[in-house]
């Protein structure tokens, strides 16, 4: 199994996909970050193209901070897999593995998988490969301590504490967060190749 890594203090230092790049993963990890900037115009835009079960879904959710980020993921997820394989997005059909692992039910050489919270959305694709990824928010004020040493291996506590200030140690905890969530996910499929955890933080 190969594992990716990308860890960064400050998203915009990574450079992100624009509309324009549209070319094949082939063995590289195409990553795409996605803003949940709304606005009636925009919202009425993305419902249309979601299908007649991922509308029901959405509206189950009670929160409307819940159904649009339902809405972001499910839309842009019909949008960017359709641009990678050319063809509309009423066209896709989608399913998910028992480990929850989203796939293409038309098309299964494009692996994909994504993850929102807060107000961002995380997509990541490979050809053929699974890809995994996950994003969290860091919350200013979680107790993460306390946490950490309740669940969190003594190795992944003595790197944590090995971080020279409070930002860096808030920083890696998350990072080792999003990666055990991926190592579970990964370990119910066994089929696995490859995945990627991404670990972002805002400046």
């Not at 063995?27 to 970050?33: I, Y």
């Not at 997005?89 to 989608?94: A, I, R």
């Not at 969190?152 to 506590?157: A, L, P, T």
Request: with cysteine; aromatic share 14%; proline share 2%.
């Amino acid at each position: 199994m190969t594992t990716f890594n990308l860890a960064c203090q400050d998203i915009s230092n990574i450079h992100w996909h624009s509309e324009n790049e549209f070319t094949q993963p082939d063995e590289s990890v195409h990553v795409w970050l996605i803003d949940l900037k709304s606005n009636s115009e925009i919202t009425s835009k993305l419902k249309r193209i979601l299908s007649t079960d991922e509308t029901y879904r959405m509206n189950r959710y009670r929160k409307e901070d819940d159904r649009l980020r339902f809405l972001f993921a499910h839309a842009y997820k019909r949008i960017l897999c359709g641009r990678y394989l050319n063809i509309t997005h009423d066209q896709l059909q989608f399913d998910t593995e028992k480990n929850n692992k989203p796939f293409i039910k038309t098309n299964e050489s494009l692996q994909f998988n994504f993850s929102h919270s807060h107000n961002k959305v995380l997509f990541a694709f490979h050809k053929n490969k699974f890809v995994g990824c996950d994003t969290e928010y860091i919350r200013p004020g979680f107790n993460y301590i306390d946490f950490m040493n309740r669940h969190y291996s003594e190795n992944e506590i003595r790197r944590i504490n090995q971080c020279d200030n409070e930002k860096e140690r808030r920083s890696m905890f998350f990072c080792f967060w999003s990666r055990s969530e991926e190592h579970t996910s990964e370990l119910q499929s066994p089929y696995v190749i490859s995945y990627a955890v991404f670990c972002l933080k805002k400046k």
